[in-house]
């Protein structure tokens, strides 16, 4: 797609697409995505959700996009599939895996604090299975394909790991990959606490739970205005 095809952007996702972290500008004005595609005179229309899960992010995206008439590109954020509800628990496991990893406990609202605690602790300690997220992941991608391959108004479409990332399954163009890795490990990477939101000493940063900040928001954004409308 190229700028001669301006569209609509239509954004799905996460806290981390909502721009969670940002700056807020004098007329309230959260200064993420959708923030500054809207600077380069875009119409954005914003349907993230801070604390989305993939399934929320999907059921919204397939009911946008089977009822709008509008040429539209398309960036979804696909976030930790710890969050959509677990089989025969019927409730997610934590935000995502780091939450696990730095045994972060009590911190998801979705979670009873009671004695189911020690069901999940052990579904996590013997249950978790990285196989099955992949699998996951995979289903969630090829649906989504699906929907924007037999769309004729989605002109163009962008997928974004957020907290963590998933192999790519080999059926789906790397090419529709904002990056290859989560937006957390990218910005790590660059070992500049300035890319992230403003932690206190109180609550330090930690990988996953920490969002980006509005320079790492903008440098996202400049990427996903490049390949919608400069290549």
């Known amino acids: 797609m190229n700028s001669s095809l301006q569209s609509k952007i239509y954004l799905f996702g996460?806290?981390?697409?909502?721009?969670?972290?940002?700056?807020?500008?004098?007329?309230g004005k959260l200064k993420g995505i959708g923030y500054y595609l809207e600077k380069?005179?875009?119409?954005?229309?914003?349907?993230?959700?801070?604390?989305?899960?993939?399934?929320?992010?999907?059921?919204?995206?397939?009911?946008?996009?089977?009822?709008?008439?509008?040429?539209?590109?398309?960036?979804?954020?696909?976030?930790?599939?710890?969050?959509?509800?677990?089989?025969?628990?019927?409730?997610?496991?934590?935000?995502?895996?780091?939450?696990?990893?730095?045994?972060?406990?009590?911190d998801h609202p979705t979670i009873p604090i009671d004695e189911t605690d020690e069901m999940l602790k052990d579904y996590i300690a013997f249950g978790y299975n990285k196989e099955y997220y992949q699998t996951l992941n995979d289903l969630f991608l090829i649906k989504i394909n699906n929907i924007f391959c037999n769309s004729d108004n989605v002109l163009d479409y962008l997928f974004v790991y957020t907290v963590e990332d998933y192999k790519i399954p080999s059926c789906i163009d790397e090419s529709k990959f904002l990056y290859k890795e989560s937006l957390v490990d990218k910005f790590e990477k660059l070992n500049d606490e300035s890319y992230f939101e403003h932690v206190s000493l109180d609550d330090p940063y930690f990988s996953g739970k920490t969002h980006l900040s509005s320079k790492?928001?903008?440098?996202?954004?400049?990427?996903?205005?490049?390949?919608?409308?400069?290549?």
């Open 216 to 231: 790492g928001y903008e440098v996202v954004t400049k990427d996903i205005h490049d390949i919608f409308y400069n290549t």
């Open 40 to 106: 380069e005179n875009i119409e954005v229309h914003d349907y993230s959700v801070q604390g989305s899960s993939n399934q929320s992010t999907f059921d919204y995206l397939e009911s946008t996009i089977s009822n709008s008439e509008d040429d539209m590109c398309v960036v979804v954020g696909i976030t930790s599939f710890l969050r959509d509800d677990l089989p025969y628990i019927h409730v997610p496991t934590q935000w995502s895996r780091n939450h696990v990893d730095n045994k972060v406990e009590g």
């Open 14 to 27: 996460d806290s981390f697409i909502h721009g969670s972290g940002g700056d807020i500008t004098s007329d």
